[in-house]
Each structure stands twice: as structure tokens, then as C-alpha cells.
């Protein structure tokens, strides 16, 4: 499962999400280029204008309006550090053939090669129920179907601005915010120090409260499983699945891996 790097000459053939790209070798503009040719975001934005359509047809009072957005803002941080502590992060997915895939996607191989923007961004058989549960009902209750169609296209936008900030925490670039760099640095810790914590992307106030807010001096050693998020070949022999079809367990550094200086696949 090493990181082979692809032929350019013949990559540049590829339809454009067919080719590689790895955000720590690229540049702000073409993140940005990207970006918006995903099909997740082309989604949620195409998403986010069919509920604008549907307030238009009925909508809610101005008052119960912003009373929708705002809970639709107030509930994502925590239904996201929720998800990504108790679902992302749980051991009890690769236990089950029919859930190990669906785990290896949306966040094994995240973790296996943080870099990697192909499986950066968010399976949408798994984000959209979660958008239209942690939004729609409270919206409904707000405002009837004016207030659930404001409350999910807040929830959609804050997903896509989420994707873009999960983004840029990749890049190989220095912010000039300080808010960001404090973003930045916080995901660092989690994808390549300890990833047990700081489960936040753009907020990191449920960590607090919750006890997984860290910095990487007052943890004492790497975690060991910080790239294979504990799935290592003891557990393979019982619940083989996930390295079945990642074509092995990789350990170590993914870029040092691609080198050959570390552990590569293992099959």
C-alpha cells in the first residue's frame, strides 16, 4: 500500500479526478481549482440551491428563519466530534464485513495517507444522512418546512466550508491568520502525533469540553497507531477485511513510505 508516484506525462491524459492529488505538493490556487470541481461539493452547492428554491415556496418567518441557521451552526461542531471520536474512530467497524469498507473509506485510508485529496473529502452515502438528521428535524420544529430547508442548507455550507478548512489544514502552506494556524496545528497533532484527540476541524470547543483537547508538548510520545488508527496486523488475523482491500497495513510515515525508508504494505 506505498504511495507510488504516477508518470506525469501520463497522468495529464487522465480525466482530472482520475489523476493524483496530493496536497502536500500543491499549490492554494490549484486546491482552490480542485476543490470546487469535486463532485461532493458541486453536491452540496446544487443541494444548498434546492433549498433555497424550497424556502422561496414556503417559507418561514424571518425570526424562526435565523433561529434554524443558527442551530444548524450551533449543532455541527459537536454532531462532527461526536461522529469523528464514537464513528471514525471506533474499533467496532472493521469487526464487520459489511461495515469494514465503508470505515476503510472514510477515514482508514484518510489516516493512511493524510495527504491524499482523493479520500479527503467525505463519502456522501455517509455525510448527507448525517447533514439531513442533524438538521432537517430541528428546522422543522423551528419553522415547518421554511425552517428545515434553512436549517439544511446551513448545514450543507458548513459542511463545504468544514471541506474547504480540512483542506487547507493540508497544505503545504504557512496561514497568515493566527486562528488558522492554530486550526492547522491542532489536526497536525492529530493525523501525525496522537490521534486520539483533537477531533475538531474549525472548532475545537467540544475537545474542551470533552477532555481531547491536547497539544503536542504535554502528551509525552507519538501514538503508535496514529496512521492505521489501531487496525494492525494482530487485528487483521481476526477481521481481515480492511487489509484485504487495501492490499495489506502500512505503518510509518506515508511519505517516508513512498521513499522506501519505512514500512511499506504488508500482504
Same mark, same amino acid.
Given at each position: !500500500?506505498?504511495?507510488?508516484?504516477?508518470?506525469?506525462?501520463?497522468?495529464?491524459?487522465?480525466? @482530472? =479526478?482520475?489523476?493524483?492529488?496530493?496536497?502536500?505538493? !500543491? /499549490?492554494?490556487?490549484?486546491?482552490?481549482?480542485?476543490? @470546487?470541481?469535486?463532485?461532493? $461539493? &458541486?453536491?452540496?452547492?446544487?443541494?444548498?440551491?434546492?433549498?433555497?428554491?424550497?424556502?422561496?415556496?414556503?417559507?418561514?418567518?424571518?425570526?424562526?428563519?435565523?433561529?434554524? $441557521?443558527?442551530?444548524?451552526?450551533?449543532?455541527?461542531?459537536?454532531?462532527?466530534?461526536?461522529?469523528?471520536?464514537?464513528?471514525?474512530? /471506533?474499533?467496532? !467497524?472493521?469487526?464487520?464485513?459489511?461495515?469494514?469498507?465503508?470505515?476503510?473509506?472514510?477515514?482508514?485510508?484518510?489516516?493512511?495517507?493524510?495527504?491524499? %485529496?482523493?479520500?479527503? @473529502?467525505?463519502?456522501?452515502?455517509?455525510?448527507?444522512?448525517? $447533514?439531513? %438528521?442533524?438538521?432537517?428535524?430541528?428546522?422543522?420544529?423551528?419553522?415547518?418546512?421554511?425552517?428545515?430547508?434553512?436549517?439544511?442548507?446551513?448545514?450543507?455550507?458548513?459542511?463545504?466550508?468544514?471541506?474547504? &478548512?480540512?483542506?487547507?489544514?493540508?497544505?503545504?502552506?504557512?496561514?497568515? =491568520?493566527?486562528?488558522?494556524?492554530? &486550526?492547522?496545528?491542532?489536526? !497536525?497533532?492529530?493525523? @501525525?502525533?496522537?490521534?486520539?484527540?483533537?477531533?475538531?476541524?474549525?472548532?475545537?470547543?467540544?475537545?474542551?469540553?470533552?477532555?481531547?483537547?491536547?497539544?503536542?508538548?504535554?502528551?509525552?510520545?507519538? /501514538?503508535?497507531?496514529?496512521?492505521? %488508527?489501531?487496525?494492525?496486523?494482530?487485528?487483521?488475523?481476526?477481521?481481515?477485511?480492511?487489509?484485504?482491500? /487495501?492490499?495489506? $497495513?502500512?505503518?510509518?510515515?506515508?511519505?517516508?513510505?513512498?521513499?522506501?525508508?519505512?514500512?511499506?504494505?504488508?500482504?
Amino acid at each position: !500500500m506505498s504511495h507510488k508516484v504516477a508518470d506525469p506525462a501520463r497522468e495529464a491524459d487522465l480525466p @482530472f =479526478w482520475k489523476r493524483s492529488h496530493y496536497l502536500d505538493r !500543491m /499549490s492554494f490556487r490549484e486546491l482552490v481549482v480542485a476543490y @470546487f470541481q469535486h463532485y461532493t $461539493i &458541486m453536491t452540496y452547492l446544487g443541494l444548498t440551491a434546492l433549498c433555497l428554491i424550497v424556502f422561496a415556496l414556503r417559507p418561514a418567518g424571518a425570526w424562526q428563519t435565523l433561529a434554524a $441557521i443558527a442551530a444548524g451552526i450551533a449543532i455541527y461542531p459537536l454532531a462532527w466530534h461526536l461522529l469523528h471520536q464514537y464513528v471514525l474512530h /471506533s474499533r467496532w !467497524m472493521w469487526k464487520s464485513r459489511l461495515l469494514s469498507p465503508t470505515w476503510k473509506r472514510i477515514h482508514y485510508d484518510h489516516h493512511q495517507d493524510p495527504n491524499d %485529496l482523493s479520500v479527503l @473529502f467525505g463519502a456522501l452515502y455517509t455525510t448527507l444522512p448525517t $447533514i439531513a %438528521l442533524a438538521t432537517i428535524p430541528i428546522g422543522w420544529v423551528i419553522g415547518g418546512v421554511g425552517g428545515a430547508a434553512a436549517a439544511l442548507a446551513t448545514g450543507l455550507v458548513t459542511t463545504c466550508y468544514y471541506e474547504f &478548512m480540512h483542506c487547507i489544514q493540508h497544505l503545504a502552506f504557512k496561514p497568515k =491568520w493566527s486562528w488558522v494556524q492554530h &486550526m492547522k496545528q491542532r489536526h !497536525m497533532e492529530h493525523h @501525525f502525533f496522537d490521534e486520539n484527540g483533537n477531533y475538531g476541524i474549525t472548532n475545537y470547543v467540544w475537545d474542551r469540553v470533552l477532555g481531547t483537547y491536547y497539544v503536542k508538548k504535554d502528551r509525552p510520545a507519538r /501514538s503508535p497507531t496514529v496512521f492505521n %488508527l489501531g487496525y494492525d496486523e494482530q487485528v487483521a488475523e481476526r477481521y481481515p477485511w480492511v487489509k484485504e482491500l /487495501s492490499g495489506g $497495513i502500512a505503518s510509518g510515515h506515508p511519505r517516508r513510505r513512498a521513499l522506501g525508508k519505512e514500512n511499506t504494505a504488508t500482504n
